[in-house]
């Protein structure tokens, strides 16, 4: 079955579809970058849990290693989202204007809570 494939889409890293391969990558480096960023903000959280209140939020957001660690989580988070979202649209959904509207509508949400994410932290971090 492996016979079937050119040598020249073995070297491209193309599929049978030649296309979605490198979506698969890198869909799977986003999620192992999210693994020590996720353990990072778990055990931030778990770790300030006894000074829940608003001014320690603020003094932890506000030192320039947490914000930074916070933004690229922010960033891989949804990016990581959105690539899987728009895979299971372009398996699952067979009209094309509805899975083009729903692949649009996705990135445009997404876009939007993660510029609202990190301005947010980027304000309290200033």
Known sequence: MNNLRTPLSRVRLLGSAKDGTAKFILQRVTALALIPLLVWFVSSVIFYIHKADHAALVSWITSSWNSTLLILLLINLFYHTVIGLQEVIE????????????????????????????????????
């Open 91 to 126: 398996d699952y959904v067979y009209h094309h204007y509805m899975k083009l509207f729903m692949i649009i509508s996705i990135k445009f949400f997404f876009i939007t809570i993660a510029l609202a994410s990190i301005l947010a932290v980027l304000k309290m971090a200033v």
